[in-house]
T-cell receptor
Framework: DGGITQSPKYLFRKEGQNVTLSCEQN?????MYWYRQDPGQGLRLIYY???????QKGDIAEGYSVSREKKESFPLTVTSAQKNPTAFYLC???????????FGSGTRLTVV | GNSVTQMEGPVTLSEEAFLTINCTYT??????LFWYVQYPGEGLQLLLK?????DKGSNKGFEATYRKETTSFHLEKGSVQVSDSAVYFC????????????FGGGTRVLVKP
């Protein structure tokens, strides 16, 4: 079955360390997105990519970096510059035709 | 800019009660509208959508009608079940703006038996 896989589901890191969250899709979608979810604040867009080798900043890109070397993969790196990295991170993709997103099951990052 | 406002929760209901979650939006352009549902510890699942004024989206007993005159997309269900307990997100998308979804803050719904 096609879908989006995010790994790991839970991730713990020490303060000051960079960490990379994985997002892989086999839906043949061109566009991929990273959102951050904090309690009671809905979802905020971090970065998005509409095509391979191209990506744009979202509303809260500071302290994050991404790459899009393959259509299937859109990893997110949370750097030590991110002041408050503990959150639930969601990856999504769309083919633009149906106008709906497919979401992964998320990665909960805890920085201690 | 674009924004979505939805009623704050939590909304607590008894089983078989009627559910309404209000959602209004502001958009520069002509948006498509969505409702997503999130069960505990999971990602978001598309519940229903509407792409033009007066369209009604429906799925699993939930309905929402795209009202351009009131810029609203309220979610309704006539008889909720315990399994409907989740967080519901209203969202809009302007296709010309990179297909980026703009979400409301989410409404937690708790259905008690």
């Amino acid at each position: 079955d096609g879908g989006i896989t995010q790994s790991p589901k839970y991730l713990f890191r020490k303060e000051g360390q960079n960490v990379t969250l994985s997002c892989e899709q086999n839906l043949n979608h061109d566009a991929m997105y990273w959102y951050r979810q904090d309690p009671g604040q809905g979802l905020r867009l971090i970065y998005y990519s509409q095509i391979v080798n191209d990506f744009q900043k979202g509303d809260i890109a500071e302290g994050y970096s991404v790459s899009r070397e393959k259509k299937e993969s859109f990893p997110l790196t949370v750097t030590s510059a991110q002041k408050n990295p503990t959150a639930f991170y969601l990856c999504a993709s769309t083919n633009g035709q149906t106008l709906g997103y497919t979401f992964g099951s998320g990665t909960r990052l805890t920085v201690v | 800019g674009n924004s979505v406002t939805q009623m704050e929760g939590p909304v607590t209901l008894s089983e078989e009660a009627f559910l309404t979650i209000n959602c209004t939006y502001t958009a520069t352009g002509y948006p498509s509208l969505f409702w997503y549902v999130q069960y505990p510890g999971e990602g978001l699942q598309l519940l229903l959508k509407a792409t033009k004024a007066d369209d009604k989206g429906s799925n699993k007993g939930f309905e929402a009608t795209y009202r351009k005159e009131t810029t609203s997309f309220h979610l309704e269900k006539g008889s909720v079940q315990v399994s409907d307990s989740a967080v519901y997100f209203c969202a809009l998308l302007i296709k010309a703006a990179g297909n980026k979804l703009t979400f409301g803050g989410g409404t937690r719904v708790l259905v008690k038996p």
